[in-house]
């Protein structure tokens, strides 16, 4: 009788556990925006108001998945956007890892091509699951649970580059009035002359280009879009990222910014009209 009880007492534990759990996973009406750590590379989870999970970027190994398991509500295994900025290892690879694992709706990326086995493997999943694909090109919009959009302000349509960084798929993502945007790798001076910043406004949120380089930011451009915060996404690394230059731009600038090789995972959640960062 007292092994019944026990068990039943664990099996009732456990399922108030998962009920509690899965209320507090239930869509808040806020975003939520996750610069998840994942080393010298880039991934951006984020929740819509909603419940919409889009990805933007995976790292260079399967650590993302650690970020999704943390932020993701246990029972959701569909992914509704993906988007690859540049199909590099740093930014592909965690990719390959997601769509094995999950159900990926649509993924957005550039017509850049690269010729590795990473690149291989991406062409060849998206092929199998038969996963709609959108090309990246200036001007594409895409809502988010109908109430914050995804627009894309970089790669200029029939604008082909042969260096692939200069080929990063740009997108910038509005709630009400808070703003973010997501820049790859491109470099300084593409960044200065992108059309349709001024949709914008006040920019919130930058993700820093090229974890920092130095030549992924220019000083016109943070003066005229100066951001509330700024995310550096880097690990240990042998180029010098974050260059000492971008971060003495950041400071001059008074531009308050994180990095995920020490401040972790940053999650930063709005409702639109405020923003916060979830401690």
């Given at each position: ?133 959108i090309e990246a090109k200036e001007g594409e919009k895409i809502l988010v649970d109908k109430q914050a959009g995804l627009s894309v302000l970089w790669p200029k349509s029939g604008k082909d580059t042969p260096d692939i960084n200069s080929s990063s798929t740009v ?109």
């Amino acid at each position: 009788m007292a092994v019944s009880f026990k068990l039943a007492a664990v099996i009732f534990c456990s399922f108030l556990f998962l009920g509690i759990s899965f209320i507090f996973s239930l869509p808040d009406g806020r975003l939520h925006l996750v610069f998840c750590d994942v080393g010298q590379g880039d991934a951006v989870y984020i929740r819509g108001p909603k419940g919409s999970d889009i990805v933007i970027d995976g790292g260079p190994d399967n650590r993302v998945l650690n970020c999704l398991g943390e932020k993701m509500p246990f029972w959701d295994r569909t992914i509704e956007l993906v988007v690859l900025s540049h199909p590099q290892a740093d930014h592909l690879t965690g990719l390959i890892e997601i769509i094995k694992r999950y159900q990926v709706k649509k993924i957005l990326d550039s017509s850049a091509k690269n010729n590795s086995k990473e690149y291989e493997l991406w062409e060849k999943l998206i092929n199998e699951k038969k996963i709609n694909r959108i090309e990246a090109k200036e001007g594409e919009k895409i809502l988010v649970d109908k109430q914050a959009g995804l627009s894309v302000l970089w790669p200029k349509s029939g604008k082909d580059t042969p260096d692939i960084n200069s080929s990063s798929t740009v997108v910038s993502l509005s709630f009400g009035s808070f703003s973010s945007l997501f820049t790859g790798d491109l470099d300084g001076f593409s960044l200065s002359n992108l059309s349709g910043l001024s949709s914008l406004g006040n920019l919130t949120i930058l993700k820093i280009p090229h974890h920092g380089s130095k030549t992924g930011l220019s000083q016109k451009f943070l003066e005229v879009f100066k951001p509330s915060l700024a995310i550096i996404s880097v690990g240990k690394n042998s180029f010098g990222h974050p260059s000492p230059e971008t971060l003495k731009l950041l400071n001059d600038l008074n531009i308050k910014y994180l990095r995920t090789d020490k401040d972790k995972s940053i999650e930063i959640i709005s409702d639109g009209k405020t923003w916060k960062i979830n401690k």
